[in-house]
C-alpha cells in the first residue's frame, strides 16, 4: 500500500490498496487523539480515537497507531474505495487546555482512482 | 440521533451587518463548540461552552459573541465583520467538558462582503 512518512499533503491511491496517512503531534503530554474524515461541504466526521495508555485500536477498516516516543500517529484504511476520498486531520488533546480542545494537524487529502 | 444541525448552510453579509449562526444538538451533551476553518486548513477553536457557561475563549475579536441559551442551543452573533472573517463555521458538541470525543455539523459557509 501507499504510505508517507512525513505528513504531506496530498496521498493518491489506486483503489483496493492500503492507505497510510501519518500525523507528527506536537504535545507530548497530550492523551487523547482523533481522526477526523472531512469530504467536501461538510464538517468533520469521527473516524476513530486512542488514548494514550493505547499502542493500537482497530475499527472497520481502519486502524491508528500511537508511536509516543517519536509522537507520531497514523490512520492505516484497508481496501481503500473512492468514497474514501476526503480530507483527513488527525487531533490532539494537550493537557494544558483543560481536557477540552483538540488541535487540529494539518490535515491529508487522500484522492482513489477506481 | 447523532446529529449536529447547523443554520443557514450559508450566509453572504455586509460589514455593517448584524446575524447570527445557530447550533442544536440533541445527543444530551453539556459541551459545544464553535470553530472556524479557512478553506484548505484545519478547524481553529474559537469557543468552549460547558454546562451553558463559557469555559474557554481562544482571543476571538469581540465581533464575535457567542450565547448559548440552553443545553441543546448554541449561537454565534456577529456584528461589523470583515471580509477576513469569511470561513466555514463549525459547531460540535461531546458528552462533556474533557477527553470526549466531538462531534461536529456540517458547518455555515459565511462570506462576508
Known amino acids: 500500500g501507499e504510505s508517507v512518512g512525513l505528513h504531506l499533503p496530498t496521498l493518491s491511491v489506486q483503489e483496493g490498496d492500503n492507505s497510510i496517512i501519518n500525523c507528527a503531534y506536537s504535545?507530548?503530554?497530550?492523551?487523547?487523539f482523533i481522526w477526523y474524515k472531512q469530504e467536501s461541504g461538510k464538517g468533520p466526521q469521527f473516524i476513530i480515537d486512542?488514548?494514550?495508555?493505547?499502542d493500537k485500536r482497530q475499527g472497520q477498516r481502519v486502524t491508528v497507531l500511537l508511536n509516543k516516543t517519536v509522537k507520531h500517529l497514523s490512520l492505516q484504511i484497508a481496501a481503500t474505495q473512492p468514497g474514501d476520498s476526503a480530507v483527513y486531520f488527525c487531533?490532539?488533546?494537550?493537557?494544558?487546555?483543560?481536557?477540552?480542545?483538540?488541535?487540529f494537524g494539518k490535515g491529508t487529502t487522500l484522492s482513489v482512482s477506481s | 440521533d447523532t446529529e449536529v444541525t447547523q443554520t443557514p448552510k450559508h450566509l453572504v453579509m455586509g460589514m455593517t451587518n448584524k446575524k447570527s449562526l445557530k447550533c442544536e444538538q440533541h445527543m444530551g451533551h453539556r459541551a459545544m463548540y464553535w470553530y472556524k476553518q479557512k478553506a484548505k486548513k484545519p478547524p481553529e477553536l474559537m469557543f468552549v461552552?460547558?454546562?451553558?457557561?463559557?469555559?474557554i475563549n481562544e482571543s476571538v475579536p469581540s465581533r464575535f459573541s457567542p450565547e448559548c441559551p440552553n443545553s441543546s442551543l448554541l449561537n454565534l452573533h456577529l456584528h461589523a465583520l470583515q471580509p477576513e472573517d469569511s470561513a466555514l463555521y463549525l459547531c460540535?458538541?461531546?458528552?462533556?467538558?474533557?477527553?470526549?470525543?466531538?462531534?461536529f455539523g456540517p458547518g455555515t459557509r459565511l462570506t462576508v462582503t
Open positions: 461552552y460547558s454546562y451553558e457557561k463559557l469555559s
Open positions: 460540535a458538541s461531546s458528552q462533556r467538558e474533557g477527553v470526549y470525543e466531538q462531534y
Open positions: 504535545n507530548s503530554a497530550s492523551d487523547y
Open positions: 487531533a490532539e488533546n494537550p493537557p494544558d487546555q483543560a481536557g477540552t480542545a483538540l488541535i
Open positions: 486512542i488514548r494514550s495508555n493505547m
